[in-house]
Every structure is written in C-alpha cells, then in structure tokens.
C-alpha cells in the first residue's frame, strides 16, 4: 500500500500529511527563507520525503521520477535561491 499511495501525491496518510502539503509547507519554508538569509548560507537537515520536495523546488521531475528519486543517508545537497 505504501508505494501505491507514494504515487498518489494527494494521498493524506492517517494522522499526516499528504505530498503536496509537504510541498506546499515546504515551498513556503524555501520562499521565506529567500526573504529572510537573503545573501546567506542556510544548512536545512531533514528526511528523504522532504529532501525529494526540496529537490522538486529547484528542478523540474516528472512523477515518475519523483517516485523515484532516492538520496542516500547523510548526503550534502547544495541548491542556490
């Protein structure tokens, strides 16, 4: 059911969120923070949904390579705002 519902990017899971608030919360964060550390360095640590969400923010993905777009664990990801 996991992967099913890892596909379905409208999918709230029982006491969740589903992809696109992740993405909707997360777009906010990355467009406050533009405002905010204009002209800084900012170091975001988080989990491999919401690296994928950030991921998306910067560059274009299609759902199927959303779905499948893996970092693995403790991996540096530098993007620019």
């Given at each position: 059911d996991f992967?099913?519902?890892?596909?379905?990017?409208?999918?709230?899971?029982?006491?969740g969120?589903?992809?696109?608030q992740?993405a909707?919360?997360?777009?906010?964060?990355?467009?406050e923070i533009?405002?905010?550390?204009?002209?800084?360095?900012?170091?975001?640590?988080?989990?491999g949904?919401?690296?994928?969400?950030?991921?998306?923010?910067f560059?274009?993905?299609?759902?199927e390579?959303?779905?499948?777009?893996?970092?693995?664990?403790?991996?540096?990801?530098?993007?620019?705002l």
């Amino acid at each position: 059911d996991f992967l099913a519902n890892k596909r379905c990017f409208a999918y709230k899971y029982p006491g969740g969120e589903s992809m696109m608030q992740v993405a909707y919360r997360v777009y906010g964060l990355l467009e406050e923070i533009k405002v905010k550390y204009a002209g800084k360095k900012v170091l975001l640590i988080c989990h491999g949904g919401v690296c994928r969400v950030l991921h998306t923010y910067f560059q274009d993905m299609t759902n199927e390579e959303f779905f499948n777009y893996n970092l693995d664990n403790a991996v540096l990801q530098e993007y620019e705002l």
